[in-house]
């Protein structure tokens, strides 16, 4: 059974960076597709970066050039760089295989917050 477990949020000044890590066991990780997601209060899940298993990276307009992901096959995990933050980007962050194949079971979720 695949298992998440995100780490790295916390609360930041506007400007701030972060980073988030993502520990995935339970499945083999280096032939998926990983991605970052993020859920704000009241909104739709929504996917803001990917990494594909050859290191080619997508992300979201709203995030692009300020958000980096990356991957280590061998540690099995996915890492997002968040970088001048916004406080629009204060959400839940998850990882999970990227798109509509995304595994039904969820982490808990690292939260960050950009707030003055």
């Known amino acids: 059974q695949v298992q998440f477990v995100e780490s790295g949020g916390g609360l930041v000044l506007p400007g701030g960076s972060l980073r988030l890590s993502c520990e995935v066991s339970?499945?083999?990780?280096?032939?998926?597709?990983m991605g970052w997601y993020r859920q704000a209060p009241g909104k739709q899940r929504e996917l803001v970066a990917s990494?594909?298993?050859?290191?080619?990276?997508n992300y979201a307009d709203s995030v692009k050039g300020r958000f980096t992901i990356s991957r280590d096959n061998a540690e099995k995990t996915v890492y997002l760089q968040v970088s001048s933050l916004k406080p629009e980007d204060t959400a839940l962050y998850y990882c999970?295989?990227?798109?509509?194949?995304?595994?039904?079971?969820w982490g808990q979720g690292t939260q960050v917050t950009v707030s003055s």
């Open positions: 990494i594909s298993r050859y290191g080619s990276t």
């Open positions: 999970n295989r990227a798109g509509p194949g995304a595994f039904a079971s």
């Open positions: 339970g499945v083999i990780f280096s032939i998926y597709t």
